[in-house]
């Protein structure tokens, strides 16, 4: 585990975001560490993807701050804010009308990268996320559901971006494809070192890919704990999710952690 | 048989006029088209616009179109010459299609891409330009199609205030009551309809996206 005096890449402060009379996440207050996967756990309308947003301003908060390295994100012009943090969610998003190489060199091309720049990228970044090639002239229909998900992230490490945020990204892949997501995701991320920041509702995956558990509930964070502490915890909620995903968690939290 | 000499015998007629109907309907579906898509693309970022605009263009349809004509007589720069009134009043005919289609075609774009296409930080001009324009072109261009068909032939009521167009066979034929004439000019904007009808269809086709 990191020390924790280490200026955090991302750092929320008191922050809360309210619409009309609701409020969706309440004095929330967190830091996240370099090189970390922090999963934001928690059921469907707990906040975690509005933390999300949060950091890439898709949102922005009523009150209070968030600061990405050490910077409130306000302050940043938002176009070199998004451009400077990788994005990937559920649905993949990737754009129909283009090819897999053009999804993943569109913000290297945005960006002016020469052209022969772009391509090396993008061959590096299908061989990142194990896909071959040739796929590179292929169109998102023509690819399965989990191809496209291994663009999506190719996608987000396009211009290597610092930090990644990941919106419950394997929730809608089956769960073998899913596991040998998260298994190539987790050994892609011993070698990158990315800040991550993931949402999900799946404690074992949780477990899996984080190295800390931040739990959710009603727009309030429970408590963050690292997968082991998680397990023993004695908070309600933490106990409640415990429960709900039964046995064999113990041998989740201990594998393929550096 | 009658009809097909009659018009070989006034080919030099026939064509002209035909070349009169494509000059109002070829421009007035210009503007149409220059005036309704950025008008689209207005209503689709700004809803608050969205109902008085389409509710705009929906009266205008309304208004029976010699109606139209009659009405922007009177107007002074306009009444000079009746091909301008006509070609206002054909653009006015066609801006709903094309405004609707626009709306409803980037409005269809998937919100997951537009979405994932914010976090990666474009800007709102380049999401337009490069994602959703492109998305949405074939539901625009076949607003541009319907409108095209409606023009081809609304514009022959345009001869009623002397605009030309294939028109004037018509309404010669009615007063002769002679249906060679009218047929004269029917059955040649009847194809000039279909072949715009088929070419803009090609064209939407070559554009459309995967």
């Not at chain 1, 071959?132 to 992230?153: C, D, I």
């Given at each position: 585990m990191q020390s924790t005096r280490a200026a955090p890449v991302i750092e929320f402060r008191d922050v809360s975001y309210q619409v009309a009379e609701t409020h969706v996440l309440l004095n929330l207050t967190l830091q996240v560490q370099s090189g970390e996967i922090l999963a934001l756990l928690g059921r469907s309308g707990s906040g975690k993807t509005t933390t999300l947003k949060l950091v890439n301003r898709l949102v922005s908060p009523t009150s209070g701050e968030v600061l990405v390295n050490g910077v409130p994100n306000l302050n940043t012009d938002i176009t070199r804010l998004r451009r400077s943090v990788g994005y990937v969610i559920q649905e993949v998003g990737l754009f129909p009308h283009f090819t897999v190489a053009r999804n993943i060199g569109l913000v290297?091309?945005?960006e002016g990268w020469?052209?022969?720049r772009i391509r090396a990228r993008v061959e590096e970044l299908l061989q990142m996320v194990g896909l071959?090639?040739?796929?590179?002239?292929?169109?998102?229909?023509?690819?399965?559901?989990?191809?496209?998900?291994?663009?999506?992230?190719?996608r987000a490490l396009a211009a290597d971006p610092q930090i990644l945020l990941m919106d419950e990204p394997f929730g809608a892949l089956d769960p073998l494809t899913r596991d040998e997501l998260q298994r190539e995701f987790l050994s892609l991320q011993r070698k990158l070192r990315k800040t991550v920041v993931f949402v999900t509702h799946d404690?074992?995956?949780?477990?899996r890919l984080?190295?800390?558990i931040a739990l959710m509930e009603a727009g309030k964070l429970v408590t963050i704990l690292s997968p082991d502490e998680f397990l023993r915890s004695s908070d309600p909620w933490a106990a409640a999710y415990v429960k709900a995903f039964g046995d064999r968690l113990e041998s989740i939290a201990t594998e393929g952690k550096s | 048989m009658n009809f097909f000499r009659f018009i070989l015998q006034n080919r030099s007629q026939v064509l002209e006029l035909t070349a009169e109907h494509l000059w109002l309907v070829g421009l007035s579906t210009l503007f149409a088209t220059l005036i309704g898509i950025p008008l689209g693309i207005v209503i689709v970022h700004w809803p608050r616009l969205n109902k008085p605009v389409l509710a705009g263009a929906n009266i205008i349809q309304t208004v029976p179109s010699l109606a139209l004509f009659g009405f922007l007589l009177p107007v002074p720069w306009l009444g000079d010459r009746a091909d301008r009134l006509a070609i206002l009043a054909l653009t006015l005919y066609a801006l709903l299609p094309i405004i609707r289609n626009t709306y409803?075609?980037?409005?269809?774009?998937?919100?997951?891409?537009?979405?994932a296409g914010r976090g990666m930080g474009l800007t709102e001009s380049q999401l337009l330009l490069r994602v959703?324009?492109?998305?949405?072109?074939?539901v625009i261009l076949s607003g541009v199609r319907t409108a095209v068909v409606i023009s081809v032939g609304l514009a022959t009521i345009a001869a009623a205030i002397g605009a030309g167009g294939l028109g004037e066979f018509i309404f010669r034929g009615l007063a002769m009551v002679d249906n060679r004439v009218?047929?004269?000019?029917?059955?040649?904007a009847a194809l000039l309809a279909l072949l715009a009808d088929v070419g803009v269809g090609w064209l939407e086709r070559r554009l459309q996206p995967r």
């Open positions: 290297p091309n945005i020469p052209e022969p071959a090639p040739e796929l590179a002239s292929r169109y998102p229909h023509q690819l399965s559901g989990g191809q496209r998900q291994r663009v999506g992230v190719a404690l074992r995956e949780a477990m984080g190295s800390r | 409803t075609g980037i409005r269809g774009v998937d919100p997951a891409v537009l979405e959703e324009l492109p998305l949405a072109v074939s009218i047929l004269a000019g029917a059955v040649p």
